[in-house]
């Protein structure tokens, strides 16, 4: 048995958890009362799951969720590493889609060094002496240096029980696929590449399934394209390509035939691989957090997947 699938034993994830990028003041800014009644929403709707990083308001995300849940006990937190912010006078609004003063700029370190400054500027941030898990956050154009530093430094921590597991997040599956072969990572972040429009992560969410690691799925509305019962707008941050568009549309069809919301859909898709352990959606208000949670408890017939497994929208579950 793997060191991960040893530390999965002891890590119960919550199905449903909420993603913090939107109350960092992602694309908009977000006042401090708002976002505390959005992190006050999530818990009485019942999610025990939350996820941030230093990237998401340079900061701001991090502080805000640490003070939120300050008196709360019986959650689970994550926060990323491989971002370090260094304080700037450059002045303006962040840019790097934060509606915030550009008060750090992110700099780049996946190095030993790096990742323990960072967890500990993080922790500070949040108000706490550990975290449940550490995410290695978008090693893009880092990954060997994540893999042969990062994660060795953060292997240290979780033996000491700083963190609890380690993972990596990323909204590409390539580079997390070495990792579950290369390292004994406990969990993965996928965002956007198992969702109802796109499944080209499967065969990352394969091998997690094999090796006992488990994945987040995160960025299941594909940044907006399935976020109403009308597809429009983006997909993946651009506008959404007609062909992508188009398919959006036929499966939203499919959906209304069997009154279930093209959001709804897109929420329950992810958690019927076996590798998926929780679906984590971001939301910036109360009133978000309402209408996910409202979809979140509705059961999704059977039938649907069926017959969008039929029209070829959807890959045939193994029997």
Not at 26 to 48: I, N
Not at 77 to 93: I, Q
Not at 104 to 114: A, I, P, Y
Request: charged residues 25%; aromatic residues 6%; proline residues 7%.
């Amino acid at each position: 048995m793997t060191n991960a699938e040893l530390e999965n034993d002891m890590i119960e994830l919550p199905r449903y958890g909420f993603g913090s990028a939107p109350i960092g003041g992602l694309f908009e800014a977000v006042s401090d009362e708002r976002a505390r009644a959005t992190v006050d929403a999530a818990w009485a709707h019942g999610v025990r799951l939350f996820d941030t990083a230093p990237h998401y308001g340079v900061g701001l995300s991090e502080r805000r969720l640490g003070a939120a849940l300050a008196d709360r006990k019986g959650y689970m937190l994550s926060t990323k590493v491989g971002r370090l912010l260094v304080p700037t006078a450059s002045g303006g609004r962040d840019g790097q889609g934060f509606d915030v003063p550009a008060a750090f700029e992110r700099v780049w370190d996946f190095s030993g060094d790096g990742v323990r400054r960072s967890l500990e500027e993080s922790l500070g941030r949040l108000g706490l002496d550990r975290v449940d898990i550490a995410l290695i956050h978008d090693p893009d154009a880092h990954a060997d240096q994540a893999i042969s530093e990062a994660y060795p430094a953060l292997a240290e921590l979780r033996s000491q029980g700083v963190i609890g597991a380690i993972g990596v997040g990323m909204n590409q599956w390539q580079v997390p696929l070495r990792f579950v072969q290369e390292t004994d990572i406990d969990v993965v972040m996928l965002a956007g590449r198992y969702t109802l429009i796109d499944q080209s992560g499967l065969p990352l969410l394969d091998a997690c399934a094999d090796r006992g690691v488990r994945v987040l799925a995160a960025g299941v509305f594909n940044s907006g394209l399935l976020a109403t019962s009308t597809p429009a707008g983006t997909y993946d941050y651009e506008p959404a390509p007609a062909e992508v568009l188009d398919r959006a549309r036929r499966i939203a069809k499919i959906c209304e035939r069997y009154d279930v919301p093209l959001p709804q859909a897109a929420m329950a898709f992810p958690l019927r691989h076996p590798a998926v352990a929780s679906i984590v959606i971001g939301a910036r208000s109360p009133e978000e957090v309402a209408a996910n949670a409202a979809l979140w408890e509705r059961p999704v017939p059977d039938n649907l997947w069926s017959e969008l497994e039929a029209e070829g929208l959807l890959p045939r579950q193994p029997a």
